[in-house]
């Protein structure tokens, strides 16, 4: 898929609200990363509540975000040692990048509406995991390094920006709504295929 020409021809709408929290969770941290009303924006707004994680595993996900852990190796690991609900182990990639871009803005977020436009291939076995992560995630990097290095590409941030009046983000993180954005519309426009 040509994510550059995606870019170009986007025309989507981003609801003012996610960005008007993403805004406020980036200028509370990591001063207020202990109180209760960050936490559950933050729960809320990367759907942390909605993945099956047990509280154990939550409350040591914001104690790696609170001393801005920003390896993701050790993060990978320190979280699948802890059980979900369900009771098994699970790698959370997508939170993991969450984490890392909340301390670090210009690293780029994964998640499977991302994924669905750079058409990453996650293993079926559960042993090479923790490598497909780490190597995804430094594709990923250099993927969001080379379209925000393009010229075209920085217009479409400029008017995105001037949009939502956004100029306090980070190009990074305006280039991961815009991707985000047409990673769903993929797959809306996937899924009214199928029916």
């Not at 709408?13 to 933050?42: G, R, W």
């Not at 990978?76 to 802890?82: A, F």
């Not at 990453?120 to 594709?139: E, G, V």
Request: aromatic share 14%.
């Amino acid at each position: 898929m040509d994510v550059k020409s995606l870019l170009l021809k986007w025309k989507g709408d981003i609801d003012q609200e996610s960005i008007d929290v993403y805004k406020f969770l980036q200028q509370s941290f990591p001063t207020k990363v202990d109180e209760n009303v960050f936490n559950f924006v933050y729960r809320s707004f990367y759907r942390l509540d909605n993945a099956g994680l047990s509280d154990k595993w939550k409350l040591k996900y914001f104690v790696l975000l609170k001393n801005k852990e920003t390896s993701l190796p050790i993060i990978l690991k320190i979280l699948y040692d802890i059980k979900r609900l369900k009771g098994d182990h699970s790698y959370q990639f997508s939170f993991a990048t969450k984490l890392i871009h909340t301390i670090n803005n210009d690293a780029p977020i994964y998640d499977s509406l991302v994924d669905g436009i750079f058409e990453f291939r996650k293993p079926k076995n559960n042993k090479n995991t923790i490598n497909w992560c780490i190597k995804t995630y430094d594709l990923l990097k250099k993927e969001y390094t080379s379209l925000l290095q393009d010229d075209q590409v920085q217009q479409c941030i400029k008017k995105f920006k001037k949009k939502y009046s956004a100029q306090t983000i980070s190009d990074t993180k305006a280039l991961d709504f815009i991707l985000w954005s047409i990673g769903k519309e993929l797959k809306l426009k996937d899924k009214n295929e199928k029916n």
